[in-house]
């Protein structure tokens, strides 16, 4: 069997806002926002969408005990509401290092508990026995995972967001979802992104539905993504954070059409990739 690249990157969640599974999604898909990253042996999940309870199966099938690290891009809804399904998270033997921006006086461990308290949820955080690791990480940070340099910037999104740049072995990952375009490109997202080999763009809206009144709800489109793509000289740009309503005809539409732009665009799919 051939042995494994040591650089992978596998969507487990694509969609953005709320998870939108029906057969008419099965291509693109239809899971929250959740990516998981292997460098070498270490593993890297980003963001906590309804897509991290399959990643966590697939998890426990294959390590034993599970060693990850989880790296939150910001706390809406969509971006943590899988959590409290991470099987893995429930076993003792594990352990988690999570990664996250504070909101004020709430620290990460705060801001999931949240979600899982009453009258949201039954089962508290509490009831999670692995063992968990809260470390701080604001924008403009560079820190190491293993054998992978990490790097993050700030996007463009109500509430906050960051970026994260995956760096190993002279190659790139950028997972930039959620973010909102300006008038002008995002020069900070252009730097982050420079050189990248994937940039991951947030490309939920149409610029139809921007005009047509969504400017301001923090998204962007496939349009701004192929301008940033082109202006950072990266070689794959995957465009992200499907709009629940947009369908596989839909998504394949706007895939043809970003194309036609920028040869390495693809709509983001639930399936592994190899970095080139």
């Keep these: 069997m051939a042995k494994e690249r040591p650089f992978w990157l596998k ?12 057969p008419t999604t099965n291509e693109y ?9 292997r460098v070498e042996d270490q593993v890297l999940v980003f963001d906590a969408g309804s897509g991290i309870r399959s990643l966590g199966k697939k998890l426990q099938k294959d390590l034993k005990p599970v060693r990850a690290a989880i790296l939150f891009t910001h706390y809406h809804w969509d971006h943590i509401h899988g959590f409290p399904f991470f099987g893995p998270a429930f076993s003792p033997d594990n352990h988690f290092v999570v990664y996250g921006e504070p909101r004020g006086s709430r620290n990460i461990k705060d801001i999931l508990s949240g979600q899982m308290a009453m009258p949201y949820f039954p089962v508290p955080l509490e009831a999670m026995q692995a063992r968990f690791d809260f470390r701080e990480v604001g924008p403009k940070t560079t820190f190491q995972i293993g054998p992978a340099v990490i790097r993050t910037e700030s996007l463009n999104h109500p509430g906050r967001a960051m970026s994260y740049r995956v760096e190993y072995g002279g190659r790139a990952i950028v997972y930039a979802s959620d973010t909102e375009h300006g008038s002008k490109i995002d020069e900070r997202l252009v730097r982050h992104a420079e050189g990248a080999d994937i940039l991951i763009y947030d490309a939920a809206y149409t610029d139809a539905e921007i005009r047509g009144g969504k400017k301001g709800w923090g998204h962007s489109t496939w349009t701004e993504g192929v301008k940033v793509a082109r202006a950072a000289g990266v070689k794959k740009l995957l465009l992200f954070h499907h709009e629940p309503a947009r369908d596989d005809r839909a998504l394949a539409a706007i895939e043809k059409a970003a194309k036609r732009q920028f040869k390495g665009a693809a709509a983001s799919r639930e399936r592994k990739l190899y970095v080139p």
Excluded: D, M, V, Y
């Design 11 to 22: 969507i487990w969640g694509t969609r953005g806002s709320l998870p939108a599974p029906r």
């Design 29 to 37: 898909g239809g899971n929250t926002p959740c990516l998981e990253i």
